[in-house]
């Protein structure tokens, strides 16, 4: 099966939803199973995860591929894949399926000529803003899954992301005054103060710190509630607040600036630590230097704005890089995943492994020299 028929039929499946996750996982399963490689399920809070296994009992070193299943929602039509030239539509074909086919596919293509153990991680919640509770990557990891290095292969156009923000999510409530709709004047509008506690949020210190990978924070109002009735002037409301930091920068000072804006109060939070791995290690090298044969302008180390799964796999000691294929729009109406890049994706991967015995030999040489 090639990128473009697997990734299409992984499309298919409305993965926003408990049902298609199923869905999807079982025919992943059995795509598994068809090609004798080995998979052990489990659960997470009523999900299915996945973990796939191949090669040697005595390997060089274990890599883990890791990819999700679960997408944000989309219109019913997001979930018929289509193709307009060289891109490939579809609700999840960047964040992503794509890049989760091709892991797939080159976990079968490396299964017979690795001196490299590769185990796939597959997951149902990576998408879920849910900060409660085990995660799948954490599920996994809690059953013994371990390595060496891991690849999860979110939207990364073929560049190896090497940093990632935390993610800090906050839900402010601010207060205001009730009044007659016909009279507004006579009250203080809630939504219209929560607002401007907004475009405060953007104006504090942290807002402005930068990086040598990263140019700012990023900063987003995801939602707002409030207000009960047309006519009457709203004396309450809630933002939900996502801020996007910096490794650099530190989550709880970031907290206390907001906290100390006038007439809003932090209620709840939801955290998750950046992520940092070392540019220079033979893995990430490896992994460079396999992508650059497919990448028009090379591949190299870069910073991500969003966050990842990595971040299991980091907590458990376990450098995690995001990399996966070209495309745009991820989260948007037209998502899109380039036909050619799965194509030099699935490879990079397999040149990757076939690769990294050599590197970490020649580098093991080195540190004895």
């Not at 999700?68 to 891109?87: K, S």
């Not at 153990?117 to 149902?124: E, G, K, N, S």
């Not at 207000?227 to 000072?253: F, H, M, S, T």
């Not at 907290?255 to 990430?284: K, Q």
Request: aromatic share 6%; glycine share 12%; charged share 25%.
């Amino acid at each position: 099966m090639d990128e473009r028929a697997l990734t299409e039929r992984l499309l298919a499946y409305d993965t926003s939803k408990s049902e298609g996750i199923k869905l999807c996982a079982g025919f992943i399963e059995g795509w598994l199973d068809a090609r004798e490689i080995e998979v052990r399920h489990f659960e997470s809070r009523g999900l299915p995860v996945l973990w796939a296994e191949i090669g040697p009992p005595d390997p060089v070193a274990t890599v883990i591929f890791h990819g999700h299943v679960d997408v944000v929602p989309g219109r019913e039509e997001q979930f018929v894949p289509r193709v307009e030239g060289d891109r490939l539509i579809g609700r999840g074909a960047y964040d992503m399926k794509g890049g989760l086919a091709c892991l797939l596919l080159a976990l079968a293509d490396v299964r017979d000529d690795s001196r490299v153990r590769v185990r796939m991680a597959i997951v149902p919640d990576e998408e879920s803003e849910d900060g409660e509770g085990e995660r799948g990557g954490d599920c996994l990891i809690a059953n013994g899954f371990g390595g060496d290095f891991a690849i999860t292969g979110e939207p990364t156009d073929l560049q190896v992301g090497v940093a990632a923000k935390g993610v800090l999510a906050m839900r402010l409530l601010v207060e205001g005054r009730a009044a007659h709709g016909a009279t507004p004047w006579l009250g203080e509008n809630a939504i219209l103060r929560a607002i401007d506690t907004y475009r405060r949020i953007q104006a504090l210190p942290f807002a402005s710190r930068s990086s040598r990978l990263f140019e700012r924070p990023s900063i987003n109002l995801g939602r707002i509630l409030g207000g009960d009735a047309l006519n009457k002037v709203p004396d309450i409301c809630a933002i939900d607040v996502d801020v996007r930091y910096l490794p650099e920068q530190d989550p709880q000072e970031i907290l206390a600036e907001v906290g100390a804006l006038p007439d809003s109060r932090i209620v709840s939070t939801f955290e998750r630590e950046p992520a940092n791995v070392d540019p220079t290690s033979p893995f990430v090298e490896t992994l460079c230097s396999a992508a650059s044969a497919y990448s028009e302008n090379g591949s190299m180390p870069v910073g991500r704005d969003g966050a990842s799964d990595a971040v299991s796999f980091l907590r458990a000691g376990i450098p995690a890089v995001e990399f996966g294929p070209t495309g745009g729009g991820h989260h948007g109406p037209d998502e899109w995943v380039s036909v050619e890049s799965l194509g030099g994706y699935r490879r990079a991967l397999g040149d990757f492994v076939r690769r990294l015995p050599e590197r970490l030999e020649a580098r093991g040489e080195a540190a004895t020299a």
